[in-house]
């Protein structure tokens, strides 16, 4: 890439330029605490920018339908024995592109339709494609559900295994989209094997920390495991199937022709230069640091006698019980954005409220550690985020918290490759 980035996006769309810059901008004088966004490399950024946007390239590696694939091949190749590496995987494919779309695949190429299939409940943290009724899977499968302890709102094993002697599900999924604690893997697998279920495992949001070695593998005990490329794994949205070697071709007709056409083979080279970043010896230590960063804001909000669901987190994210301070999660989301911090409304546990107004937020040390925090702007940022939620309708003291979230943004600045862009 030649010249200033976005300097040709300038001179053609200024109304699409301002959208970015405003967009880079916001992302620069806040604090990403959404747990499922992050910050991909100005080398992944470039790849899904890439001249790879031009090409048709429908099929797989050497079996395509459209010729003049031989350098996509190449790409495509990396990304699939990078991933391999990274994860163990058997097989893998790299072409969904989205992870509710690696989940539908996954499903149609192993399971009939209406099959049973048990998942975490939305409302516990689970996923919409874990089987709610408003999506496909709830529509297209019989889902039934596990969820948490009501006392101590972890997973229990032993529940889960009634659950699953009580359905007799032909699938077992373990995957979360808002639950803060470890998947203990090997206990799925004795499940699945005692019901002769498949075991798929989504770890759209511990990929990264599965990678870094520091969060229980599902490879070993999972026929099949799906995730996203964004989130801790820190690439480009979209998303890769993994399996055993077995389920190799019945997975590829269902990712191609089965529900997709032409791969996003510009994103499939940015998935394949994530993969490359994340076999990096430092990715580990990313990985934990973004774990110790969640752990240190934990022990934050505890201290600021905040509500956290399950007392703390083993991962990257934490889910708060705001119930407290008179509020539901859209206007504490809204009143947090205002301050600059950036958070999402999300179900708790039995929650009583609605979902588009519930009683928890969602936060996420991910992006935060990207950006280089660490223990000591967690601990403030822990302060801030109840000082907000204590001072809804005080307009003084939140410009004080606004004040004090831009100190922290401009101490550890986004992008300063492109600084030039104002």
Same mark, same amino acid.
């Given at each position: 890439?030649?010249?200033?980035?976005?300097?040709?996006?300038?001179?053609?769309?200024?109304?699409?330029?301002?959208?970015?810059?405003?967009?880079?901008?916001?992302?620069?004088?806040?604090?990403?605490?959404?747990?499922?966004?992050?910050?991909?490399?100005?080398?992944?950024?470039?790849?899904?920018?890439?001249?790879?946007?031009?090409?048709?390239?429908?099929?797989?590696?050497?079996?395509?339908?459209?010729?003049?694939?031989?350098?996509?091949?190449?790409?495509?190749?990396?990304?699939?024995?990078?991933?391999?590496?990274?994860?163990?995987?058997?097989?893998?494919?790299?072409?969904?592109?989205?992870?509710?779309?690696?989940?539908?695949?996954?499903?149609?190429?192993?399971?009939?339709?209406?099959?049973?299939?048990?998942?975490?409940?939305?409302?516990?943290?689970?996923?919409?494609?874990?089987?709610?009724?408003?999506?496909?899977?709830?529509?297209?499968?019989?889902?039934?559900?596990?969820?948490?302890?009501?006392?101590?709102?972890?997973?229990?094993?032993?529940?889960?295994?009634?659950?699953?002697?009580?359905?007799?599900?032909?699938? %077992?999924? !373990?995957?979360?989209?808002?639950?803060?604690?470890?998947?203990?893997?090997?206990? =799925? &697998? #004795?499940? $699945?094997?005692? @019901?002769?279920?498949?075991?798929?495992?989504?770890?759209?949001?511990?990929?990264?920390?599965?990678?870094?070695?520091?969060?229980?593998?599902?490879?070993?005990?999972?026929?099949?495991?799906?995730?996203?490329?964004?989130?801790?794994?820190?690439?480009?949205?979209?998303?890769?199937?993994?399996?055993?070697?077995?389920?190799?071709?019945?997975?590829?007709?269902?990712?191609?022709?089965?529900?997709?056409?032409?791969?996003?083979?510009? %994103?499939? !080279?940015?998935?394949?230069?994530?993969?490359?970043?994340?076999?990096?010896?430092? =990715? &580990? #230590?990313? $990985?934990?640091? @973004?774990?110790?960063?969640?752990?240190?804001?934990?022990?934050?909000?505890?201290?600021?006698?905040?509500?956290?669901?399950?007392?703390?987190?083993?991962?990257?994210?934490?889910?708060?019980?705001?119930?407290?301070?008179?509020?539901?999660?859209?206007?504490?989301?809204?009143?947090?954005?205002?301050?600059?911090?950036?958070?999402?409304?999300?179900?708790?546990?039995?929650?009583?409220?609605?979902?588009?107004?519930?009683?928890?937020?969602?936060?996420?040390?991910?992006?935060?550690?990207?950006?280089?925090?660490?223990?000591?702007?967690?601990? #403030?940022?822990?302060?801030?985020?109840?000082?907000?939620?204590?001072?809804?309708?005080?307009?003084?003291?939140?410009?004080?918290?606004?004040?004090?979230?831009?100190?922290?943004?401009?101490?550890?600045?986004?992008?300063?490759?492109?600084?030039?862009?104002?």
């Amino acid at each position: 890439m030649n010249g200033r980035f976005m300097s040709d996006i300038m001179n053609v769309d200024p109304e699409i330029y301002t959208v970015l810059l405003n967009e880079l901008n916001r992302g620069r004088d806040g604090l990403e605490m959404i747990a499922s966004e992050n910050y991909v490399s100005k080398a992944v950024l470039q790849a899904a920018g890439s001249v790879l946007t031009n090409k048709y390239s429908e099929g797989y590696p050497s079996k395509r339908y459209y010729g003049g694939n031989e350098f996509i091949d190449i790409a495509e190749n990396l990304a699939i024995d990078r991933a391999k590496q990274l994860f163990g995987a058997e097989y893998v494919n790299v072409q969904p592109h989205a992870g509710s779309q690696a989940n539908m695949e996954t499903y149609f190429a192993l399971l009939n339709l209406g099959d049973t299939i048990l998942g975490m409940s939305l409302d516990h943290g689970g996923h919409l494609t874990h089987g709610h009724k408003v999506n496909f899977s709830g529509q297209f499968y019989k889902f039934s559900s596990y969820g948490v302890d009501p006392e101590t709102k972890m997973l229990d094993m032993d529940v889960v295994r009634k659950r699953a002697l009580e359905e007799k599900p032909k699938l %077992i999924l !373990a995957g979360f989209s808002a639950y803060s604690r470890t998947l203990d893997f090997k206990a =799925f &697998k #004795e499940i $699945a094997d005692e @019901v002769g279920a498949i075991l798929m495992a989504d770890i759209a949001h511990i990929a990264g920390l599965v990678a870094g070695k520091v969060h229980p593998d599902p490879i070993p005990y999972c026929d099949v495991v799906t995730t996203t490329t964004h989130k801790t794994l820190r690439g480009p949205r979209g998303a890769i199937i993994m399996a055993k070697e077995a389920h190799g071709t019945a997975i590829n007709k269902a990712v191609f022709p089965g529900m997709q056409g032409g791969p996003l083979e510009h %994103i499939i !080279a940015a998935k394949a230069v994530c993969f490359k970043e994340a076999l990096d010896p430092s =990715f &580990k #230590e990313y $990985a934990q640091k @973004v774990i110790n960063n969640a752990k240190f804001l934990a022990d934050s909000l505890l201290d600021q006698d905040a509500e956290v669901i399950s007392g703390g987190t083993d991962n990257h994210l934490l889910l708060i019980d705001i119930s407290k301070y008179g509020i539901g999660g859209k206007i504490a989301e809204k009143t947090l954005d205002g301050v600059g911090i950036f958070t999402n409304k999300n179900m708790i546990p039995f929650d009583q409220r609605t979902p588009f107004d519930p009683s928890g937020i969602r936060i996420g040390t991910a992006a935060l550690t990207t950006r280089g925090l660490g223990k000591n702007e967690m601990i #403030e940022i822990g302060e801030l985020f109840v000082q907000t939620l204590v001072n809804i309708e005080n307009k003084e003291k939140l410009q004080k918290i606004k004040e004090n979230v831009a100190e922290i943004c401009n101490n550890y600045p986004l992008y300063p490759e492109f600084e030039y862009l104002k």
